[in-house]
């Protein structure tokens, strides 16, 4: 597991494969249903502004995505859970390449639709510096369009693990995020996202750091165009 993410991830996913065949085919049968569907298509697109947010993060301090923008260009991160052996994978991978992330002039932010305590669970476990957001029954990835609800067979699943959604949650819709990527220059444009129906797959750290670089560069570039105004 000293891999790349994507080599991470894969190992990760043969080996539930192999281990819990169940849980494989469950997991192959909702992607087949969202695949087929266009899910998460609709999500902003680069190009487009990023709706706006204010939700409280893992300490419950409401933050707006209008104030982390001023800070610089920022990745927006959604994951399915503290449970999730997936976005843990992910976010640990993303916490170790901080540097090179802020060396871009960029920043993370997470956001899960489980309550306090579990984001900071998640970021507790990940050693994420990153904040890590509580979207309450999946609300603002409902607007991106981007929730999806799990299906019988992989709530039955999760239920034999014991894994249930409503504990984490605090309702029993049954919904999860899909794990995407939003990259969202200064002005509040999105200018890369990556978006997957296959929660076993996520954006590069490579792809995620020349996004915030590119970017970063639209930002100087309007700062410049204002200026010269």
Not at 35 to 45: F, I, N
Not at 70 to 86: D, E, K, L, S, V
Not at 104 to 126: C, V, W, Y
Request: proline share 7%.
């Amino acid at each position: 597991m000293d891999g790349g993410l994507g080599e991470r991830l894969d190992a990760y996913s043969n080996a539930v494969r192999e281990f819990i065949p169940a849980y494989a085919d469950a997991v192959d049968q909702l992607v087949s249903r969202l695949s087929s569907s266009g899910a998460g298509l609709e999500a902003p697109r680069p190009g487009e502004p990023m709706p706006p947010f204010v939700l409280p993060d893992e300490r419950g301090r409401l933050t707006s995505l209008e104030s982390l923008l001023q800070n610089g260009p920022i990745a927006i991160t959604f994951h399915r859970g503290h449970w999730c052996p997936w976005c843990r994978i992910s976010a640990s991978v993303m916490a170790q390449a901080r540097r090179d992330i802020a060396a871009a002039r960029g920043q993370i932010a997470a956001i899960m639709p489980e309550r306090q305590r579990f984001a900071m669970e998640f970021k507790s476990n990940t050693k994420s510096p990153f904040p890590v957001f509580t979207d309450v029954d999946n609300g603002y990835a409902l607007s991106l369009n981007l929730a999806i609800w799990v299906g019988p067979d992989l709530e039955r699943v999760l239920s034999s693990f014991g894994r249930s959604l409503p504990d984490y949650q605090g309702n029993e819709a049954w919904m999860l995020p899909i794990p995407a990527t939003f990259v969202i220059a200064r002005d509040g444009i999105v200018t890369a996202r990556f978006i997957d129906p296959d929660f076993r797959r996520r954006m590069s750290v490579e792809e995620l750091i020349a996004a915030l670089e590119a970017a970063s560069k639209r930002g100087a570039a309007h700062s410049t165009r204002l200026s010269g105004r």
